[in-house]
């Protein structure tokens, strides 16, 4: 624990980064053991008042009233007495408390956290690959994605809806990226991948027996699509789409699954678009 009067000494900037780096290691140890000891609930909240003398009327007025309802909720665990801890008492509340604390004082510096900023997945020794639910023979095929942040967010779509396979185009973007490492949030060291290094059309694992489809305009429908058990579903890059020779194989199996849009932009994310079809194959294996 850093003693007050050395934070009251530091430029305000590095001070906020200082005090938000403190909040943020006791979410982690909450989230890990499940509580904090009162004598670290009770430092927090000096932290906090100190941080509320050198914010702005708009940030300090919102960390004063997390600071109220902290205390007033310490106080009545207190009053239980409870052999748990205090900071176990305030459970989930607590944690949510210390991830706004977090934000207020990131925005006050002018660094906006992004959602990676809070993912506490590597704090707890990773995730755990063996409590993986899987469809077998789930596959998808990333053809030449150049960006990173979509790679990340694929994968992270993907370990969440059951694939157990993710293949990728020789010009795909490395998912081992730092870029796409933080968007997929822990997920690319449990998601099994391989590069392969040629056009895959004409074989393996593309060959006759095994069913594709291409998630592109001028198909069929979630409802209206023959979703199968064990697959391959191709997703193409933002600006070219899938391949032609990509869309002649998947034509010649199960064809195109689409997403209908409403709006001016006509388009969606391939990463937003890729959880859609995602979600939607996942339902109807389950059925």
């Given amino acids: 624990m850093i003693p007050l009067h050395r934070l009251q000494k530091l430029p305000q900037t590095q001070s906020r980064l200082k005090c938000a780096k403190m909040f943020r290691e006791a979410e982690n140890k909450i989230l890990c053991r499940g509580s904090i000891t009162e004598k670290e609930l009770l430092y927090l909240l000096d932290v906090l008042d100190f941080c509320i003398s050198f914010s702005n009327t708009k940030s300090a007025n919102a960390l004063t ?22 900071g176990h008492e305030l459970g989930s509340s607590l944690r949510r408390s210390l991830i706004n604390i977090q934000h207020i004082l990131l925005s006050d510096t002018g660094r ?9 997945s590597d704090s707890c020794g990773g995730l755990d690959g063996e409590k993986r639910r899987v469809f077998p023979g789930v596959q998808v095929y990333l053809e030449d994605i150049r960006s990173p942040f979509n790679v990340g967010s694929i994968f992270r779509t993907a370990e969440s809806f059951g694939v157990e396979h993710i293949l990728l185009s020789p010009f795909c973007a490395d998912p081992n990226h730092k870029r796409a490492l933080r968007t997929a949030m822990g997920c690319i060291s449990i998601m099994p991948w391989t590069r392969l290094e040629n056009e895959p059309f004409s074989n393996n694992p593309f060959d006759a027996q095994t069913q594709v489809f291409a998630l592109e305009t001028g198909g069929k429908i979630a409802q209206d699509f023959a979703f199968p058990d064990q697959g391959i579903m191709i997703v193409g890059s933002e600006e070219l789409g899938v391949s032609p020779a990509g869309l002649e194989r998947a034509d010649a199996s199960l064809g195109r699954l689409s997403i209908p849009v409403f709006g001016t932009k006509g388009s969606l994310n391939v990463s937003v678009a890729f959880g859609i079809a995602m979600h939607a194959w996942a339902l109807r294996i389950q059925q």
Wanted: hydrophobic share 30%.
């Fill in 65 to 86: 009233d997390i600071s109220k309802a902290l205390k007033q909720k310490l106080m009545q665990a207190e009053t239980k007495k409870s052999e748990s801890s205090p």
């Fill in 112 to 120: 906006f956290p992004s959602e990676w900023d809070f993912d506490k």
